[in-house]
């Protein structure tokens, strides 16, 4: 009889312990998704609108997994917010929030990031670096008469020092090898070293220190608008 109670404490005891495993683990993974949440925006920098959402909600995506963010976040004392857009390109720039003042370049830099490239297109099915260059000094800056092809547009604006370098300018590479080193490439630079541009990945920001632009360089050129002031000091 001993034993009998003695084999229902036991599996009274195991059946316990069982019990309390599903439990446990489910609150382990509730608190990674609400960390991976919260985490989220920061790691995977990528924001898609939901037209099903409110203004103020932005969801972002990483391994097919949703995740719901504020627009609007609070920054400093509070007495001031910042847009999702402005977070992901102060990431990209390697800025602080407080310089992603320019909205129409921000937007625009959305709208297009992640073109792929096309030799000779001009459209969101596909672009090359002039065309890109072109559509963004206009829609941006206001620039409507830059030449289509970078080499006309390298000889069409102001030479710009390294040093020198701000918001909307070009910059120019060449891609034919050492010996050529005719202007092949373009991008309209940001800050921190950092430039966007059409390239064969995509249009996307890249740094002009990594060792392929940094080693292509070949300069800078400054655009003037319309008035005739210069594009990037608007």
């Keep these: 009889m001993k034993n009998f109670f003695f084999l229902i404490a036991i599996t009274f005891f195991v059946a316990s312990c069982s019990s309390l495993k599903p439990a446990s683990s489910g609150n382990t993974t509730t608190n990674n998704q609400k960390q991976s949440s919260s985490l989220q925006f920061i790691e995977n920098v990528s924001i898609k609108p939901n037209g099903n959402q409110s203004s103020d909600v932005v969801t972002t995506k990483k ?5 719901k963010h504020p627009t609007k976040i609070a920054y400093g004392s509070g007495l001031e917010s910042y847009s999702a857009l402005q977070f992901k390109y102060a990431i990209l720039e390697n800025a602080t929030v407080e310089e992603m003042r320019n909205e ?11 073109t792929k490239y096309h030799f000779g297109g001009d459209a969101k099915d596909g672009i090359d670096c002039s065309a890109f260059v072109s559509t963004l000094m206009s829609v941006v800056y206001g620039v409507s008469d830059l030449p289509r092809m970078s080499k006309d547009q390298f000889i069409a604006t102001s030479r710009v020092s390294k040093n020198n370098l701000r ?6 590479f060449h891609t034919y090898g050492k010996k050529r080193k005719a202007v092949t490439h373009v991008g309209v630079y940001l800050r921190n070293n950092k430039f966007i541009h059409a390239s064969i990945s995509g249009v996307m920001i890249s740094d002009m220190s990594d060792g392929y632009y940094s080693a292509h360089y070949i300069g800078a050129g400054r655009a003037a608008d319309v008035n005739g002031k210069d594009a990037a000091a608007n």
Excluded: A, I, K, T
Excluded at 104 to 113: Q, S, T, V
Excluded at 167 to 172: A, C, H, K, S, T
């Design 63 to 67: 391994n097919n997994v949703e995740y």
């Design 104 to 114: 129409r370049l921000l937007e625009f830099m959305e709208e297009w990031y992640g």
């Design 167 to 172: 918001e909307g300018d070009l910059v120019f």
